[in-house]
């Protein structure tokens, strides 16, 4: 029961990464708010214990508003929020369109900002709380020149720049760099069955990461075990980045 008791909102938590998070913190005894785009699988996800799915639009400044005020005064405190919610391409540099990069930032890169921007105030209120957003190794290394690295990367900056900022109110903002996972959403975008062998085959760990890789390492950064930890970028890729 690491989280007994805790209010945590996690987004994109309906399918993948995120309903794995669901999953691993309501075990832990959190409250767990599952906000996602997709009602038909929140249905599905609000069906495990202390869960409740609310629909959510990442990129709604209104969406955003309208969610928090309803957490707080339903459940009184938000104690914990995950920016988890994206989206990804594997589009090369020549073929992305000005439209593809504005979706993109819009959704990976505003969405974590505007979930701090409306958080952070209740959080603030009980000078205490932490905030884990979903970067990608892609941010750290030099691979993948298009729209999706340069998303990643404003979320890995605009996390630093959160737990400098917020540090002094009691909230911890630390940021997680996942390698390649397997999820519905990686399996849609494999070009090829070779590919994903030489990534594995690349990996000092000899295998692909799992949604619950990810769901473990942001459940102890959510938790009061990470207490004393803020800024802090955590790397989950097998090793991949290392070499």
């Known amino acids: 029961m690491r989280l007994k008791d805790k209010v945590a909102i996690i987004t994109g938590g309906a399918s993948g990464i995120g309903e794995k998070m669901v999953e691993r913190f309501s075990q832990e005894g959190a409250i767990v708010i599952a906000a996602d785009i997709n009602e038909a699988a929140l ?3 609000s069906l495990k214990d202390n869960v409740y799915g609310m629909k959510l639009d990442v990129s ?15 459940f009184g405190k938000i104690d914990i929020l995950i920016n988890n919610a994206g989206i990804s391409s594997e589009k090369a540099m020549e073929d992305i369109t000005t439209k593809d990069w504005q979706l993109m930032m819009t959704i990976n890169g505003f969405g974590p900002f505007l979930g701090m921007k409306h958080v952070a ?11 884990v957003n979903i970067s ?7 691979m993948g020149l298009n729209h999706y690295s340069a998303s990643k990367g404003a979320v890995r900056a605009i996390s630093k720049a959160a737990a400098t900022f917020y540090g002094r109110s009691g909230i911890r903002v630390n940021a997680l760099f996942p390698g390649i996972i397997e999820t519905p ?30 769901a473990n390492a942001a459940l102890y950064l959510a938790s009061d075990e990470a207490s004393f930890i803020t800024g802090a970028e955590l790397v989950i890729d097998g090793g991949y980045s290392a070499q």
Do not use: C, H, N
């Not at 990608?136 to 030099?142: D, M, P």
């Open 43 to 45: 249905e599905k996800v």
């Open 60 to 74: 709604s400044d209104e969406d955003w508003a309208k969610l928090t005020k309803d957490v707080y005064e339903r």
């Open 121 to 131: 105030p209740y959080m603030q209120e009980q000078t205490q709380g932490a905030i």
């Open 136 to 142: 990608s190794f892609t941010a750290q290394i030099g």
């Open 185 to 214: 959403m990686t399996k849609g975008l494999e070009t090829s069955k070779e590919l994903l062998k030489r990534l594995e085959a690349a990996t000092p760990l000899q295998r692909l990461g799992q949604p619950e890789d990810i």
